[in-house]
């Protein structure tokens, strides 16, 4: 059994998906950001989430999913073919222009020391923003999700993405990516890993 190291609340909940799509039995410790002398015993920057697997801990949300991927053969294409690299390319575009954006925002807004902050960069981050989606939106096109009819952790990190963004007063111009977020909502293992979310 596997032990998700953090609050679902917070980016965690990316893991508990990931865990709940592939059908995976797993236990929740609920630490949040505030426990940090707790979190180090299992990643030393103090971080969420991580995942224990035996005696091994993951920490990096991207890396425990890919990780959970490979593993179990499900939410991803196998290493070394065409369409994983396509894969890789998507989840690689998502962690630089979108959770890269939105990571950088909360840094200089509450995470950061305030005066470690550049509150003016948030401007520049919302136009940044707003230019991946166009690109992302063009990339997704007809497709039901980025790699055609078959839905891969960039899916889902995406779509964990989309909510961040919603709650952060970042703008979703996209008709075509907002159809897209609302696909991905009603995936049985969203709507699960919500539920479990609710009461944790």
């Not at 979703?172 to 995936?187: D, H, I, N």
């Amino acid at each position: 059994m596997y032990t998700l190291i953090g609050t679902p609340k917070a980016r965690p909940f990316r893991v508990l998906w990931t865990l709940e799509e592939l059908g995976l039995e797993y236990e929740i410790l609920p630490l949040s950001a505030s426990d940090k002398e707790a979190i180090a015993e299992f990643n030393p920057t103090g971080k969420i989430p991580a995942l224990k697997d035996g005696d091994e801990v993951i920490i990096d949300s991207v890396a425990i999913m890919q990780y959970l991927a490979d593993k179990h053969g499900g939410l991803t294409f196998k290493a070394g073919t065409i369409e994983r690299a396509k894969q890789d390319s998507f989840t690689q575009f998502i962690c630089d222009e979108i959770d890269g954006a939105l990571w950088t925002a909360a840094r200089n807004s509450f995470v950061n020391p305030e005066e470690k902050r550049v509150e003016a960069i948030r401007s520049v981050l919302m136009w940044e923003f707003e230019r991946s989606i166009k690109a992302l939106e063009e990339r997704l096109g007809d497709k039901t999700y980025l790699m055609g009819d078959i839905c891969t952790v960039p899916d889902l990190l995406l779509s964990h993405c989309f909510g961040w963004a919603r709650n952060a007063g970042f703008p979703m111009e996209s008709e075509v990516l907002r159809a897209y977020g609302k696909r991905m909502v009603q995936r049985k293992g969203y709507q699960r890993a919500s539920a479990v979310r609710s009461v944790t």
